[in-house]
């Protein structure tokens, strides 16, 4: 090969050389993003593994305690004894201890608790029919009450505390003095937990029932 020649191939050599030089570099560069590519998809792949399992987690404890809410938990039901008291049953899971009865103030009842769970008719009798004395003798309507039941939880002793009504009717005696009489028909919820302020707004709002 004479001297030109050479000196004609040596700049073809460099660009080539230049050329694969470069493509090598594309490839490593190509590589490197595969491989960070490849860390990437692995640790989002790591975190969604861990979300999922954390969530698992945290649903399966929310629902376990649910659960020992739902047990925990006394939902108070009454009966109408055969001598107009209510009273206040358990259930399955609870036994029961004294319960308080807080009543509107403007009926002018005190406080009451029992031991024997019974709302009695004694308590509120006169007042209810006083308080709504001077309309017809045949009425209806409900007496919203404060009432907290105690009771048992295995050996956890709790309490439920809400605004009940205790819903009544009125009627005329048969003969002239005998006066209007008392019927107690039952004991509904209003709303859970409560106060004197809301229990005397309720009543303020339908004295008469």
């Not at 660009?15 to 490849?38: H, M, P, S």
């Not at 031991?115 to 009798?125: D, L, P, Y």
């Not at 809400?162 to 009544?168: A, E, L, R």
Request: net charge negative; proline share 3%.
């Amino acid at each position: 090969m004479s001297e030109q020649d050479k000196i004609d191939v040596a700049p073809t050599e460099a660009v080539a050389k230049a050329e694969a030089a470069a493509t090598r570099r594309r490839w490593i560069n190509l590589g490197e993003f595969v491989a960070v590519a490849g860390l990437l998809i692995a640790a989002v792949s790591l975190w969604m593994t861990w979300h999922d399992r954390k969530t698992d987690e945290a649903d399966k404890q929310a629902e376990k305690q649910a659960e020992a809410s739902d047990k925990a938990r006394y939902e108070v039901k009454a009966v109408v004894a055969d001598n107009n008291d209510l009273l206040i049953v358990r259930d399955d899971r609870h036994d029961l201890g004294d319960i308080q009865v807080v009543f509107p103030t403007a009926l002018g009842v005190a406080p009451q608790t029992s031991s024997g769970q019974t709302i009695s008719e004694r308590w509120f009798k006169s007042a209810l029919l006083k308080a709504t004395d001077g309309g017809p003798d045949y009425q209806e309507g409900k007496l919203p009450v404060l009432l907290t039941v105690n009771y048992m939880d295995d050996d956890q002793q709790r309490s439920t505390t809400g605004v009940y009504d205790i819903v009544w009717r009125t009627k005329g005696g048969g003969l002239p003095l005998e006066g209007r009489s008392l019927k107690v028909i039952g004991l509904r919820l209003h709303e859970r937990s409560g106060s004197q302020k809301r229990l005397d707004a309720l009543w303020t709002v339908r004295p008469a029932g």
